[in-house]
């Protein structure tokens, strides 16, 4: 586990998502109402782009076939999916976004 720092703020406008590449693997940062999450990029299901689909408020959903999870917990929350995406600590020291890989 290691804190790095993946993004500003301003390229995550609120409502969006971004995809960052940390020691190979693809997560996802998303900017919601309540805040700042990050999530593996990587679907469950298929292995699809998360921050390819849509955010909606706190859940993201899958560009594929439509999968849904909770960016707060990763949580399956709509079929096909049904195993929870792996979710990061976030913290916002000034205008950077860290992640704890
Ligand atoms: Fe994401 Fe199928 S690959 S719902």
Redo the contacts with the bound molecule.
């Keep these: 586990m290691a804190w790095v720092n993946v993004a500003r703020v301003d390229e995550v406008p609120p409502g969006h998502m971004i995809k960052v590449t940390v020691d190979g693997d693809d997560l996802a940062v998303y900017h919601t109402d309540e805040g700042f999450f990050a999530t593996s990029d990587v ?1 469950t ?4 782009s998360l921050s390819s689909g849509t955010l909606n408020g706190c859940i993201v959903s ?6 849904k999870f909770d960016v707060r917990t990763g949580a399956a929350v709509a079929l ?2 049904v195993f929870p995406v792996e979710t990061y600590p976030v913290e916002v020291r000034g205008d950077e976004i860290w992640l704890d890989v």
């Design positions: 679907c299901h298929a292995t699809a899958c560009p594929k076939h439509g999968g096909p999916c």
